[in-house]
């Protein structure tokens, strides 16, 4: 097992309502990330309301740092991503989310320190704050309805990062039960066919071959396990015998009033 | 320029909050999304906060459905994924929302009608509920932090949906006849378990619930046509009646020789 590289540490710049610091804090916590950095925060720190909306994830409030400037903040990371819209102009690479994700993810497997950064509720990020970052990352939203959360905004990316690390390792295994051997599910079949038949399913009789067919198709493609053939033949027993069993029942309570 | 698919509905079950409510509206939209569905919403629709949080997204909250159940809500739809923690045990398919989107995807460029469905912000869905969806999406949530705001599981999805729209892959078109709409599916469940239930196969009665839960999901895997739904009716019909006329055929033998 491969020790997947740590997550990407999330700066705010300036962030106004407590409630979207926890928010954040509980989308990272969500998705693996926990270093949570803050740049001059309007109502200051801590705030009690952002515990309130963290939902639990504490560790990530209690371990946040407070910077005066986006510089200071970024000052021993080697690479940020400025996460913003397309600006109309710039030199710097613009990438989606999973673009800038993998980038950062080889970045931090080779040694380097990586962050995203998040612009204030309404006014966004500088753009003096956007040039020291070494790119730009754009979520690909709708033009008509640009207005994002900031916690949304936190979790999208923060959701490729986790979605690249579980890539990472292969799984080789498969989880849960196997379908059932060709034999069980035949034995299934011919059950089937059997009690259709002694209930006269398969008229006219020349159409038997095409008939039985097209039900092992259909139930062969939901690859039923060992123990759901035989939750099944319980089924074709019940529904062929039960109805013979309750007209025995119906005839010995006649007989009984009788 | 070829137009996309159109995105997928989303049904959220039992929602309590409508700021909730809100929040997934301005997300919806965030991303393209716009068709939404409430199922027996707590404090009735409409609900005013619920435009307060939407941002704007005004459109999405005018466009609302509202349903009494979850099989009213789907019963339109051809293929429906449960968002849901992977369960401990299933037989139903479980996607990341990525491979998720990519089968609605196609299902949608081939016509067929296709939906999400969140549940409640602490409830989450009713087993009985997942049993009628074509499958389960399960967001790779760190174990660790679990809760997950209802707003931010609808982001996901949607940021996935419009991510592969962005990247116009050409449609993988889906062979053959599409699985029946869930009302169908429904009817056929209900048959099966009837007859079932006649012939005392569900024992002791309190099982009903798990045993036919059982049959659902392995059955719903198949992904029955609408043509196979008929079939499938016609083998529970056949099985149930067949062998009282059977009887009843014996029993005029044995008289004609007496």
């Known amino acids: ?67 005066d400037t986006v510089a200071d903040a970024i000052a021993d990371l080697n690479t940020v991503f400025a996460t913003t819209a397309r600006p109309r102009e710039t030199r710097q690479p613009v990438r989606t989310p999973r673009e800038a994700t993998r980038v950062l993810y080889d970045d931090r497997a080779s040694g380097l320190q990586i962050g995203l950064l998040f612009g204030a509720e309404r006014a966004g990020l500088e753009t003096t704050d956007i040039a020291l970052c070494q790119g730009i990352v754009t979520i690909p939203i709708d033009p008509r309805h640009q207005s994002l959360n900031l916690a949304q905004a936190v979790a999208i990316n923060a959701y490729e990062w986790r979605t690249l690390v579980l890539d990472a390792p292969p799984p080789g ?35 038997f071959r095409s008939m039985s067919q097209n039900l092992r198709v259909m139930l062969g493609r939901a690859a039923f396990t060992a123990q759901e053939v035989a939750t099944f033949r ?25």
Chains 1, 2 share one sequence.
Do not use: C
């Open 173 to 207: 295994f498969r989880e849960g039960e196997p379908p059932a051997p060709g034999e069980l599910q035949l034995g299934m079949y011919e059950h089937l066919e059997k009690e259709l038949d002694a209930a006269g399913f398969f008229h006219p009789p020349e159409k």
């Open 234 to 258: 319980g089924v074709i027993t019940a529904l062929s015998k039960g109805r013979g069993r309750v007209l025995e029942r119906l005839a010995k309570e006649k007989a009984a009033k009788g």
């Open 1 to 67: 097992m491969i020790t997947p590289p740590s997550p990407p540490i999330v700066i705010l710049d300036r962030p106004q309502m407590a409630e979207n610091i926890g928010a954040v804090a509980r989308v990272m916590a969500n998705f693996g990330l926990d270093q949570l950095r803050l740049v001059a925060p309007r109502d200051g720190w801590p705030q009690e309301r952002a515990w309130a909306t963290a939902s639990g994830a504490d560790w990530v409030l209690e371990g946040v740092r407070v910077f």
